[in-house]
């Protein structure tokens, strides 16, 4: 494998860590449940909801419903139209959305759940000595003391010494 990385330039070794990121994890576990999920709306639709239609219509089992077009040509099959496959595709369609809407609504509400409690823990008070720091930086910036790299440079030291965590964010 070491050999096989040097003579592509690192393509192996850059795409190992682009496959290991959690993101891509992440996916991978998303494709796999979807996949169950899918399974289990499919054997609902087939096998809970459209039985019970298919009664009230009158005993009618949807994967049978069909209309048989007969063909033009001698001697061919007739062509058939499944229309209670189709009803049932569409059902489970209606299914999915659904449950995506309700968990999209879910993490939506989640969402700005969270960004309520990050504004409520926002508002912090800077200290004094903040303050008139970053007075002098500004004055010292206006009178051109400081070139556009040391007003950064000045910037970067008061918010990783004087500032807690949450502050710098801000």
Same mark, same amino acid.
């Given at each position: 494998?070491?050999?096989?990385?040097?003579?592509?330039?690192?393509?192996?070794?850059?795409?190992?860590?682009?496959?290991?990121?959690?993101?891509?994890?992440?996916?991978?576990?998303?494709?796999?449940?979807?996949?169950?999920?899918?399974?289990?709306?499919?054997?609902?639709?087939?096998?809970?909801?459209?039985?019970?239609?298919?009664?009230?219509?009158?005993?009618?089992?949807?994967?049978?419903?069909?209309?048989?077009?007969?063909?033009?040509?001698?001697?061919?099959?007739?062509?058939?139209?499944?229309?209670?496959?189709?009803?049932?595709?569409?059902?489970? &369609?209606?299914?999915?959305?659904?449950?995506?809407? &309700?968990?999209?609504?879910?993490?939506?509400?989640?969402?700005?759940?969270?960004?309520?409690?990050?504004?409520?823990?926002?508002?912090?008070?800077?200290?004094?000595?903040?303050?008139?720091?970053?007075?002098?930086?500004?004055?010292?910036?206006?009178?051109?003391?400081?070139?556009?790299?040391?007003?950064?440079?000045?910037?970067?030291?008061?918010?990783?010494?004087?500032?807690?965590?949450?502050?710098?964010?801000?």
């Amino acid at each position: 494998m070491s050999k096989l990385c040097t003579c592509c330039g690192g393509f192996c070794k850059e795409f190992k860590q682009f496959v290991l990121r959690g993101s891509i994890i992440d996916l991978a576990i998303g494709i796999i449940i979807g996949g169950a999920f899918t399974k289990v709306v499919e054997s609902l639709v087939n096998d809970i909801i459209t039985p019970p239609f298919g009664f009230l219509i009158g005993g009618v089992d949807f994967v049978n419903l069909t209309i048989q077009i007969n063909n033009f040509y001698a001697n061919s099959t007739p062509v058939v139209i499944r229309y209670g496959r189709f009803i049932q595709a569409l059902i489970y &369609l209606v299914l999915v959305a659904f449950v995506i809407f &309700l968990l999209m609504k879910l993490i939506n509400k989640l969402h700005n759940l969270a960004k309520k409690n990050k504004q409520e823990k926002g508002e912090i008070q800077v200290t004094e000595e903040v303050k008139v720091l970053r007075e002098i930086r500004d004055i010292l910036a206006e009178n051109g003391k400081l070139t556009n790299a040391e007003h950064i440079d000045i910037r970067k030291q008061i918010s990783t010494t004087y500032l807690t965590p949450i502050e710098r964010i801000h």
